[in-house]
């Protein structure tokens, strides 16, 4: 038996060491500033209510394709690992259902790919929103969190009520289980791969996307909060009561909302 023969047969744990260095990667160029001309942990700070601290020391001139590829990584960073348990199980399933073992890393990595692709989508869609925000003065410049508690409490709102709709819990149940996913959405070869991650990929985003706008709130660039959301997220996914956790972080979200409004 060949070295790579070899190798082939523990997919499980090559798919697993491949996924924890393109987390690594996303999360060092985070922390380094993403282009940002600033390191993340410059732009981190603990508070509850940023808008209450400016912080406008200049001003960050970044590019469009520089702020798109910021959100992306990010994405990347923070998405990845909740989806991992779906990219494993994929692995495993395709080596028992085609022959030979290089084909099953080729339809795990299309399926990653089209994953990762949605959220290009929603990079891009953040992007834009962050160059929005900042001209009309909503967004500091500088630290990347919201200088408005109208802007701040409408987010927190927003992601607070989300919680409770329908929607939210429909996409969470696709996340929440991987095996019921690709029963439910199964399509064969290589093309099926890459339309079963773009179809899990919309469920995720639509699961996630107002709880990743909570990075306006407390920084798009701050690490505490990166960390809180993607920690969050994992739990929500993947912790056997994630989703009653879910329900109830929308009722702190609701009152975080009033309250940023009083303070």
């Not at 160029?29 to 942990?41: D, E, P, R, T």
């Not at 939210?168 to 439910?184: D, G, I, S, W, Y």
């Amino acid at each position: 038996m060949s070295v790579v023969e070899d190798v082939l047969k523990h997919e499980r744990t090559v798919l697993a060491a491949g996924l924890v260095a393109i987390v690594a990667l996303a999360w060092a160029y985070v922390w380094q500033g993403a282009g940002m001309g600033m390191s993340a942990l410059d732009m981190t700070a603990l508070s509850l209510f940023p808008h209450l601290h400016p912080g406008d020391m200049g001003e960050m001139d970044s590019t469009w394709p520089v702020v798109v590829a910021m959100w992306w990584v990010m994405m990347i960073a923070m998405m990845t690992p909740s989806a991992a348990p779906l990219v494993l199980l994929y692995g495993v399933v395709m080596r028992r259902h085609e022959a030979g073992g290089r084909n099953a890393y080729v339809s795990s990595l299309l399926l990653l790919a089209g994953y990762l692709l949605v959220w290009l989508a929603f990079a891009i869609a953040a992007a834009a929103a962050q160059k929005a925000f900042q001209p009309a003065g909503l967004l500091s410049e500088m630290m990347l969190w919201s200088k408005s508690a109208t802007l701040s409490a409408a987010i927190l709102a927003a992601a607070g009520f989300y919680q409770f709709s329908n929607l939210k819990h429909a996409c969470l149940a696709q996340c929440r289980n991987p095996v019921r996913f690709l029963t439910e959405h199964w399509r064969p070869g290589h093309p099926g791969s890459l339309i079963l991650g773009i179809s899990h990929g919309a469920y995720c985003v639509g699961c996630c996307w107002i709880l990743m706008a909570l990075l306006f709130v407390g920084g798009v660039m701050n690490l505490a909060w990166i960390a809180v959301l993607t920690v969050f997220v994992l739990v929500e996914k993947l912790a056997p009561n994630g989703a009653a956790i879910g329900t109830f972080s929308g009722g702190l979200l609701i009152i975080w909302a009033v309250a940023t409004l009083l303070v």
